[in-house]
């Protein structure tokens, strides 16, 4: 079973990297551009059939490891 | 004064850190992060470095290493933890610091000597340093701006627990005198007990003066009973 785990900064989070891309998108002519946030994406692959299961694995190692609750939030979703 | 040093991949002030605390006598231990014991220690360092190239989050992977699980033990019972600039970072994603450090504000890797400001000085870590003394110290990071939620900057406030602030030479803490973009110029925090410090400036780098300057030097002396 495989998921997708997507952290990105929390909203009211400066994000630095984001506004550079953000800025070099303008320069290269993007007109009617908001807004850009950089986050980091994850595939994860489960030996499991049990989808709820699965899941819960997942989002405890969001919690654990691949996010900082502090500054970041995920998503994840089934592929 | 028996001293541990933790080393993990991509630590690269490691021996910096070792050589200051030789220097002041320090019996002192490299321990490497595979280790699942701890020698004997009173101090506990969390060194300066790339621990394991900053994959993810700086201080992430080794916040979950093998051998934090001991030092967040020691901490417990009231050890006391030192962390240096990737230190501090780990210290952050262990939880035996709350806050976390963010990239600069300029996104860029800032490597120079920068004054800071002595907040506390009634601490096992800066009880040699005179309130509100100005030191010059060596900053070397990519991510050092402090960052934490409003309730614990008021924690920090309330019980006295800055330790250091980005200053200018005179003294004034003001945007103009941060280098990093940290919360209130945050340089360095401690735990409501003080047994854990974590701070970004490099002291073991200010211990001699044919290379810098002795400005680190009091906060080991203070270290010692």
Redesign the interface.
């Known amino acids: 079973m495989k998921f997708s785990v997507t952290v990105t900064l929390k909203k009211d ?2 994000d ?2 984001g506004k ?1 891309v953000q800025n070099t998108l303008l320069n290269l002519g993007m007109n009617n551009l908001n807004s850009v946030r950089q986050g ?1 994406y994850f595939e994860i692959e489960i030996d499991s059939n049990d989808e709820i299961e699965a899941k819960k694995k997942v989002d405890d190692m969001c919690k ?3 996010a ?1 609750l ?2 970041e939030d995920y998503k994840v979703n089934k592929i | 004064m028996n001293s541990s040093v933790i080393v993990f991949p991509g630590s690269n002030c490691d021996r910096d850190i070792a050589l200051a605390l030789e220097k002041l006598q320090f019996k002192n231990r490299m321990v490497w992060h595979k280790e699942s014991e701890l020698p004997k220690s009173d101090l506990i360092v969390l060194p300066g470095g790339f621990s394991y190239g900053d994959y ?2 700086s201080g ?1 992977i080794a916040g ?1 290493s093998l051998i934090i699980n001991e030092v967040i033990k020691a901490a417990n019972k009231g050890c006391l933890i030192l962390g240096i600039c990737n230190g501090f970072q780990i210290l952050t ?1 262990t939880g035996l610091l709350k ?2 450090l ?2 600069n ?1 300029n ?1 860029r890797f800032i490597n120079r000597d920068v004054n800071i400001k002595v907040i506390n000085n009634d601490s096992k870590f800066s009880n040699k340093y005179k309130k509100n003394q100005i030191l010059k110290i060596n900053i070397a990071h990519n991510e050092g701006n402090f ?3 409003s309730d614990h900057l008021k924690e920090l406030k309330n019980e006295n627990l800055i330790a250091f602030k980005y200053c200018d030479s005179s003294g004034n803490i003001n945007e103009n005198s941060n280098p990093n973009g940290s919360l209130e110029n945050i340089a360095g925090i401690f735990n409501s007990k003080k047994n854990i410090l974590g701070m970004m400036p490099h002291p073991e780098r200010m211990i001699d003066n044919q290379i810098s300057n002795i400005d680190g030097v009091n906060l080991f002396s203070s270290l010692i009973k």
């Open positions: 989070v400066l630095p990297q550079v980091k654990k490891l691949l900082n502090i500054i | 993810l989050r992430a979950k994603e806050g976390i963010l990239r504000k996104l960052f934490t939620n």
